[in-house]
């Protein structure tokens, strides 16, 4: 699998020639967190190319991370699923996340931001256990990025897996969120709270009152987002 050996029988040395190729690091937060399709590891790793995504795939199949399955009825269609050295990876991922959270200065994070990406995330952590039993439509409204990136909306309902669509779904919206990307990603990220952000104008929240009133209890965070910075 590696690109280029360090030639030491080091463990670090020999778990960094698999681990510390372009992508993979990233590639496998998004297997940890739960993406298993293609499509789905594309849309959490938007910047990556297919090609290079199908060649981490493989690398990691050959190194014994990942499985590929093929999916119950769907032809030609395969998951990907950790191994159990793979899921062995998950607490590596946590710790790399939260040394990043806690180390990695505030604006060097900000500087990077991608709409997709960031309602990629927020769509797997929506918790809609406290939301009415209907469907729940919420649009997130950017107002400084260009039109094809500007609109989002999370569809919600109860025992069913939260739709992300970056195309007007055409129900009824139930909530509407309006900020500037920063804000979001800042609130996001635990850097900023959502009512400090609303209390001094950087989000708009309007719509269904007992959405708005709840919002803390389904709108989940990064799940760094609880660990402390020690740099600004």
Sequence with gaps: MA????????????????????WTMVL???LVAGSSRF?????????????????RL?????????????VRGGEAISEYALTPAGRDLQPVIEAVGVWGQKWVETNASLEKLDPSLLMWDMRRNID???????????QVIFSDQPEARRNWWLIVQQGADVDLCSVDPGFDVDLYLATDLRTM????????????????????????RRLERDLKTWFGLSPFAKVDKLVA
């Design 3 to 22: 690109e280029g050996s360090y030639n030491q029988f080091c463990p670090v040395a020999m778990a960094a020639e698999i681990l510390c190729t372009r």
């Design 28 to 30: 496998l937060r998004e």
């Design 39 to 55: 499509n789905e590891l594309r849309r959490g790793v938007p910047r990556m190319s297919p090609a290079l995504l199908s060649k």
């Design 58 to 70: 493989k690398d990691l199949e050959d190194a014994g991370i990942v499985e590929r399955r093929p």
């Design 128 to 138: 809609p256990s406290p939301m009415p039993d209907s469907r729940s439509t919420i």
């Design 185 to 208: 990603t800042e609130i996001w990220m635990g850097y900023v709270g959502a009512d400090a952000a609303k209390a001094d104008g950087r989000l708009m929240v309007t719509g269904s």
